[in-house]
């Protein structure tokens, strides 16, 4: 069975940076998009930012510029590198994995910005 644990959650005050971390221990086959969503207390989970195979990356507008997604496709790892954090960025933090056959998730990490 396939599981996603991520790490690199925690409490930042505004500007600061955390980087937060998802690894599939066993691995992913046929794996092709790697992303991060976020959701944020009584708000929809948004797509934050995803990498493609081909290396492709995409971004929401609230975070261009801010944050940065890479990773390792093959090793089924993929990052966020978080910057210039403000206080709307708060919210759980999750990993969604894209095989050719389904989609997987993590159980989420807690990015709470705040002075």
């Known amino acids: 069975q396939v599981q996603l644990v991520e790490s690199g959650g925690g409490l930042v005050q505004p500007g600061g940076s955390l980087r937060l971390s998802c690894v599939a221990p066993g691995g992913v086959l046929n794996l092709n998009v790697m992303a991060w969503y976020r959701q944020a207390p009584g708000k929809r989970r948004e797509l934050v930012a995803s990498?493609?195979?081909?290396?492709?990356?995409d971004y929401a507008d609230s975070v261009k510029g801010r944050f940065t997604i890479s990773g390792d496709i093959n090793k089924s790892t993929v990052y966020l590198q978080m910057d210039s954090l403000k206080p709307e960025d708060t919210g759980v933090y999750y990993c969604?994995?894209?095989?050719?056959?389904?989609?997987?998730w993590g159980r989420g990490t807690q990015v709470t910005v705040s002075s």
């Open positions: 969604n994995y894209e095989s050719t056959t389904r989609l997987y």
């Open positions: 990498l493609t195979r081909s290396g492709v990356s």
